[in-house]
């Protein structure tokens, strides 16, 4: 069985910053993770995905993520943040038969 | 590549009543899920298809809920006799078989209100 568990519901920086967003998960089997994003009213957007290749994945919009296995983690990390990053993100696991599992997810603010 | 759609994108109903929500999936996609998303939560799995046979339900999807894919292409939901719980953004996600790990595109969402 899978699951995800994303640390902190709201998570604030400043327009500039560095952005670090915290996810832990759990799997009985090698894990494919993601990372997605989802802007107001809107459905779900990948980000960026972990699929047992390169431990530090690159995905879109500046953002990257660092799969730690003997941390269990894939935190995901922006070096500088833009007002249009406000969102809600999600972390998510799944495992080989095709079910995605999401973390319950964490809103992003920007302050100016 | 026209992406998801999905439709309506709302739907106000009153308690008692049936709705029904229809997925377009990217069309050379195989595989088509719902999910449902209530407030502060993550999407939560409801069902999926590969091709026109429905391969999983969560225990999530009550007796109220059918969902089909006839033919392999578009994909309804209905609920029947809804509940204010049921009130939520109902997310449709297709995804293809070849090259996985098997990324799931995501369509805009249905958001039912019951009244």
């Known amino acids: 069985a899978q699951s995800v568990t994303q640390l902190g519901s709201h998570v604030s920086v400043s327009e500039g910053a560095l952005v670090l967003l915290r996810c832990n998960y759990s799997s009985s089997v090698p894990p494919y993770l993601f990372w997605y994003v989802q802007y107001p009213n809107q459905g779900l957007q990948l980000l960026l995905k972990y699929t047992s290749a390169a431990t530090l994945v690159k995905g879109i919009n500046g953002f990257e993520a660092e799969f730690k296995k003997s941390e269990t983690s894939f935190h995901l990390t922006k070096p500088s943040a833009h007002m249009s990053d406000a969102a809600e993100y999600f972390c998510?696991?799944?495992?080989?038969?095709?079910?995605?599992?999401f973390g319950k997810g964490t809103r992003l603010h920007i302050l100016p | 590549d026209t992406g998801v759609s999905q439709d309506p994108r709302h739907k106000i109903t009153k308690r008692g009543q049936n709705v029904t929500f229809r997925c377009d999936p990217i069309?050379?996609?195989?595989?088509l899920y719902w999910y449902r998303q209530t407030l502060g939560q993550g999407p939560e799995f409801l069902t999926y298809?590969?091709?026109?046979?429905?391969?999983?339900k969560s225990r999530l999807l009550s007796d109220r809920f059918s969902a089909e894919r006839p033919k392999g292409s578009f994909s309804t939901l209905e609920i029947q006799r809804t509940e204010q719980g049921d009130s939520a953004m109902y997310l449709c996600?297709?995804?293809?078989?070849?090259?996985?790990?098997?990324?799931?595109?995501f369509g805009p969402g249905t958001r039912l209100t019951v009244t």
């Open positions: 998510a696991v799944t495992g080989r038969d095709d079910k995605i599992i």
């Open positions: 298809f590969q091709n026109e046979a429905q391969l999983e």
């Open positions: 069309s050379e996609h195989n595989r």
């Open positions: 996600a297709s995804s293809t078989l070849s090259g996985g790990p098997y990324e799931q595109y």
